[in-house]
C-alpha cells in the first residue's frame, strides 16, 4: 500500500482546525449575495444544488451568489478591504481550493492511498466599470494541480475517480473576451475556452466527485486530447442566444486539438505536450459543438423546474481506422484512417420534490445519454443517471447527498482489435465489454464556502475489462472499492 504526498491527510486536518478556531467566527451570519446574473442565457439555478464542486462551470465569484468562507472569517476575510475596492472597479476574483484523499482497499492492479489537489483562481473583469464598454467582460483562471491520481496509478479505469485528476502543473485554463448583445439576449465569447464550462453541463451531476460526472467519458476519450475541457482549454469561438425566459442555443467551434496528440499517435500524453495550457494551437482541424437548452417550471409554481438539452458535436480530424483489416488489427496503429467523427447527447435535470420549509432544500434527478460511431471510437454509447436530496437532514439545509451510476460501452469495433489480439496470441485474452461505474456521496457544509465531502465509488469491469498488466496470466482487472474524503474552501 502506498501513502502518497501531505494532501492525505489534508481534509482531517482541515476540519480539526476549524474547530479550534473562535466561536464567534463559527457562527457569524454570512452575508447576503446577489443572485447569479442572468447574462446571455445563463440557465436558472434549479435548487437542490451542491454548495461546492469540482466543475468550472458550477464555480464563481461571491458576487456571483456563489458561498464564500469569506463570510466567516470576519474582519480576516477580506484584509486590507482589497477584494471590495477591486468590486468598485469592476474586478472580482475567487479562490477554490479542492485537497482528498482517496484510496482503493479492493480491487484494481493493486491497492493504495493517494492524496491531490488544486487551486483555482478566477479573475473576472467588468468592462462595463473598468473601461466603460457595457456588456463587456474579461475572465481568466488557472490550475495548480499536485498529487497523485488513484485512476492513473491503481486503477487504469475509464471514469477517472476524480474530477481533479491530472497531471501536476501549474497552468492556465481559460482567458477569453466576451460582449454581451441585444439586451442580453445574445453574447459572443472568444479565446482560449474550455467547452466543459458551458456545454453537456448538469446542475445535479455537479455534486459528484467522478470526473466522468463533468465532461463524460465518450467525449474525453473519443476526441483528439480529450477534447477542449479539464485540463486542457483551447482557442474558440462561441455564440449564445437567448431568444426569451426558456430557451437558450450555444455554438462554438474550437481548435479541434488542445494538445495536438493526433499528431503523436496513441501513445501521446496530452497533459506532456502542452504542459501549462500555452500552447494556443489553431491551425488543426476544427471542433463543432452545438447545444439547444429548454427551462420549464418554477420552484414555487405546479411545475417543479427542470432543464432539458439537446447538443451533437462534429470533429474534423483524422482518425485511426478501428476495423480489422487483412494486416491485422488498427485501432491506434495509425494503419487506416478515416475522416471525420461526430457524435449527440441529450440530457435533463428535473427537480422531483421541494422541501418545505427550506430555502433551497430539493431532491432532483438527472440523466445524459451519447453516442458516437462505432467505427473509429473507444466508446460508441454512454449513459449517465442520479439522483440527489439537499436539506433532507433536519437541521442541515445546506448538505446534499447523492448516489449515481455511469455506463460506459467499449465500440464493437474496439472489441473487434481485442478478438484479433487474442487470435495472434492464441490464448485467452479479455474482450473489452463495457466499464460501469456506482457512486454515492454526501457533502457536509461547515461553514459557508467549506465543504467536507465522504464519497464511496465502485467501478465494475476497470477499463472496460482491459487486462492486469501485472498479471501472470492476461485475466480482466478486478473490480475495485474506493473510498475517500474531500474537503473544498470556496473564497
Known amino acids: 500500500m502506498r501513502l502518497a504526498c501531505p494532501t492525505v491527510l489534508f481534509p482531517l486536518a482541515l476540519a480539526c482546525l476549524w474547530s479550534t478556531a473562535p466561536a464567534a467566527a463559527q457562527t457569524a451570519a454570512p452575508s447576503p449575495a446577489p443572485a447569479a446574473p442572468t447574462g446571455a442565457g445563463d440557465q436558472p439555478d434549479l ?24 463570510s466567516s472569517l470576519g474582519p480576516y476575510g477580506d484584509p486590507g478591504g482589497l477584494r471590495a475596492s477591486l468590486e468598485q472597479c469592476g474586478v472580482t476574483y475567487s479562490l477554490v481550493f479542492i485537497g482528498e484523499t ?27 466599470k473598468a473601461a466603460g464598454l457595457d456588456g463587456a467582460t474579461l475572465h481568466a483562471n488557472g490550475y495548480k494541480i499536485f498529487g497523485d491520481g488513484l485512476s492513473r496509478s491503481e486503477l487504469l479505469n475509464l471514469s477517472l475517480v476524480s474530477g481533479i485528476e491530472a497531471l501536476p502543473s501549474t497552468r492556465l485554463y481559460e482567458a477569453w473576451f466576451e460582449q454581451a448583445m441585444l439586451d442580453g439576449r445574445a453574447a459572443l465569447k472568444l479565446g482560449q475556452i474550455g467547452a466543459d464550462t458551458e456545454f453537456l453541463v448538469s446542475q445535479y451531476a455537479g455534486l459528484f466527485i ?5 465532461w463524460p467519458n465518450i467525449t474525453g476519450y473519443d476526441l483528439p486530447s480529450g477534447g477542449p475541457a479539464y485540463p486542457l482549454a483551447t482557442p474558440g469561438i462561441r455564440l449564445k442566444l437567448a431568444p426569451d425566459k426558456s430557451w437558450t442555443l450555444l455554438a462554438a467551434v474550437f481548435d479541434g486539438d488542445p494538445a495536438g496528440a493526433a499528431r503523436f499517435g496513441a501513445t501521446a500524453e496530452p497533459q506532456r505536450l502542452d504542459r501549462y495550457g500555452t500552447d494556443f494551437r489553431v491551425t488543426d482541424p476544427p471542433f463543432v459543438i452545438a447545444e439547444a437548452t429548454y427551462s420549464y417550471g418554477d420552484k414555487d409554481g405546479k ?6 438539452k439537446l447538443g451533437g458535436w462534429e470533429s474534423f480530424e483524422s482518425f485511426a481506422a478501428t476495423i480489422p483489416t487483412a494486416a491485422g488489427f488498427t485501432l491506434g496503429s495509425g494503419n487506416g484512417r478515416l475522416h471525420g467523427n ?7 435535470d428535473q427537480m422531483v420534490y421541494r422541501v418545505p420549509g427550506t430555502d433551497d432544500g430539493a431532491v432532483g434527478v438527472f440523466a445524459r445519454l451519447s453516442g458516437s460511431p462505432g467505427d473509429r471510437n473507444l466508446i460508441s454509447f454512454y449513459a449517465d443517471a442520479g439522483v440527489t436530496g439537499k436539506g433532507l437532514v433536519p437541521g442541515r439545509p445546506d448538505d446534499t447527498a447523492g448516489l449515481s451510476f455511469a455506463y460506459t460501452d467499449i465500440s464493437p469495433a474496439a472489441r473487434r482489435t481485442d478478438e484479433a489480439e487474442r487470435a495472434a496470441l492464441g490464448a ?4 473489452r465489454s463495457n466499464e460501469t461505474l456506482f457512486e454515492a456521496t454526501y457533502q457536509y457544509q461547515v461553514v459557508p464556502g467549506f465543504t467536507l465531502q465522504p464519497d464511496a465509488q465502485y467501478v465494475v469491469r476497470p477499463g472496460g475489462g482491459v487486462p492486469d498488466p501485472y498479471s501472470a496470466t492476461p485475466r480482466p482487472i478486478r473490480n475495485a472499492a474506493v473510498f475517500g474524503l474531500r474537503a473544498t474552501v470556496q473564497y
Open 303 to 308: 411545475l417543479l423546474p427542470g432543464i432539458a
Open 428 to 431: 485467452f485474452y479479455p474482450i
Open 102 to 128: 482517496l484510496g482503493n482497499p479492493a480491487g484494481g492492479i493493486r491497492q493504495g492511498v493517494i492524496g491531490e489537489g488544486r487551486l483555482d483562481l478566477q479573475v473576472n473583469v467588468d468592462l462595463a
Open 342 to 348: 461526430d457524435g449527440i447527447y441529450g440530457m435533463v
Open 47 to 70: 435548487g437542490g444544488t451542491p454548495q461546492t464542486s469540482d466543475q468550472t462551470a458550477a464555480q464563481g465569484t461571491p458576487e456571483q451568489g456563489n458561498p464564500s468562507i469569506q
Open 210 to 214: 467522478n470526473s466522468t460526472y463533468g
